[in-house]
Nanobody, 122 residues
Framework: QVQLVESGGGLVQAGGSLRLSCAASGRTFSTYRMGWFRQAPGKEREFVGLISKSGANTYYADSVKGRFTISRDNAVNTVYLQMNSLKPEDTAVYYC???????????????WGQGTQVTVSS
């Protein structure tokens, strides 16, 4: 089992940047395929992106492609979401997710963090 704790959310102006972090407990972080989702008020949860266990491969939703970058550091059990050129429509609670099994953006990973709020003002 793994516990996930997100941090780094906040208020930023449109066009700005934020970097979210997700720290994972345990000694088997490198066995988890990690990713990010978000949920805006009144909307369904949306896949943002994911990263393979080694970090060699990343996949993104079209809505964030070219603006967001996911990376991981297996030495410190942390996955990151670098968000650039933020737009008001990026406002949401961002969740870190993990599963040892293969999963894609349409799946429901087994483990979730508590979420961190990102608000982008216009």
């Amino acid at each position: 089992q793994v516990q996930l704790v997100e941090s780094g959310g906040g208020l930023v102006q449109a066009g700005g940047s934020l970097r979210l972090s997700c720290a994972a407990s345990g000694r088997t972080f490198s066995t988890y395929r990690m990713g990010w989702f978000r949920q805006a008020p009144g909307k369904e949860r949306e896949f943002v992106g994911l990263i393979s266990k080694s970090g060699a491969n990343t996949y993104y939703a079209d809505s964030v492609k070219g603006r967001f970058t996911i990376s991981r550091d297996n030495a410190v059990n942390t996955v990151y979401l670098q968000m650039n050129s933020l737009k008001p429509e990026d406002t949401a609670v961002y969740y870190c997710a993990a599963d040892t099994s293969f999963w894609s953006g349409r799946d429901n990973p087994r483990y979730w963090g508590q979420g961190t709020q990102v608000t982008v003002s216009s």
